[in-house]
T-cell receptor, first 116, second 114 residues
Framework: GAGVSQSPSNKVTEKGKDVELRCDPISGHTALYWYRQSLGQGLEFLIY????????KSGLPSDRFSAERTGGSVSTLTIQRTQQEDSAVYLC??????????????FGPGTRLLVL | KQEVTQIPAALSVPEGENLVLNCSFTDSAIYNLQWFRQDPGKGLTSLLL?????REQTSGRLNASLDKSSGRSTLYIAASQPGDSATYLCAVKAAGGGADGLTFGKGTHLIIQP
């Protein structure tokens, strides 16, 4: 069966440009998560969607980061005016369970973002 | 704020050895704890999920234990193989019905020498 997919797999951009990262969760999964993994750092939780809504956006690193989810499926993470410190692997995960999740999160392969 | 620590940061052992990876967390109010493996350039693969009410989970050569009150978990790998080489990540899900994601440790980079 299809797992979580993310696109692009790699993205190189110039400082100051906007980028959009896409996540396709496993069909039927109601919960969707975005994480960031910077070089030498652990995975950092960014934002969570239950359906189309994101109850808590406080994990986003700055107001240059935004995310949306439409139709309870695909999600996009947008980074405006990218900075070099935004370079990282951005991972998406989905889960069949919602709030108070008791279930396994299934991860996509990630998007490797490099800001020059 | 929940913090997850994994020890050791790196480990290299000969093939066939049994080994233990350690994970500790500062806030015992968790829903579950999950062990993942991450291969270079790849996403995360879930290995074992232990609910807060459980003490251990087993899958093949892997056994994970959870002592919630002391904030500790161990991942035991029996009869290690070169294919087990990867980074192993421990993550906890906070209790309380909040919208938080998982809190991860920085991982243990494991190399199994053939």
């Amino acid at each position: 069966g299809a797992g979580v997919s993310q696109s692009p797999s790699n993205k190189v951009t110039e400082k100051g440009k906007d980028v959009e990262l896409r996540c396709d969760p496993i069909s039927g999964h109601t919960a969707l998560y975005w994480y960031r993994q910077s070089l030498g750092q652990g995975l950092e939780f960014l934002i969570y969607f239950q359906g189309n809504s994101a109850p808590d956006k406080s994990g986003l690193p700055s107001d240059r980061f935004s995310a949306e989810r439409t139709g309870g499926s695909v999600s996009t993470l947008t980074i405006q005016r990218t900075q070099q410190e935004d370079s990282a692997v951005y991972l998406c995960a989905s889960s069949p369970h919602g709030l108070a999740s008791l279930g396994t999160q299934y991860f996509g392969p990630g998007t490797r973002l490099l800001v020059l | 704020k929940q913090e997850v620590t994994q020890i050791p940061a790196a480990l290299s052992v000969p093939e066939g050895e049994n080994l233990v990876l350690n994970c500790s967390f500062t806030d015992s109010a968790i829903y579950n704890l999950q062990w993942f493996r991450q291969d270079p350039g790849k996403g995360l693969t879930s290995l074992l999920l232990i609910q807060s009410s459980q003490r251990e989970q087993t899958s093949g050569r892997l056994n994970a234990s959870l002592d919630k009150s002391s904030g500790r978990s161990t991942l035991y790998i029996a009869a290690s193989q070169p294919g087990d080489s990867a980074t192993y990540l421990c993550a906890v899900k906070a209790a309380g019905g909040g919208a938080d994601g998982l809190t991860f440790g920085k991982g243990t980079h494991l190399i199994i020498q053939p």
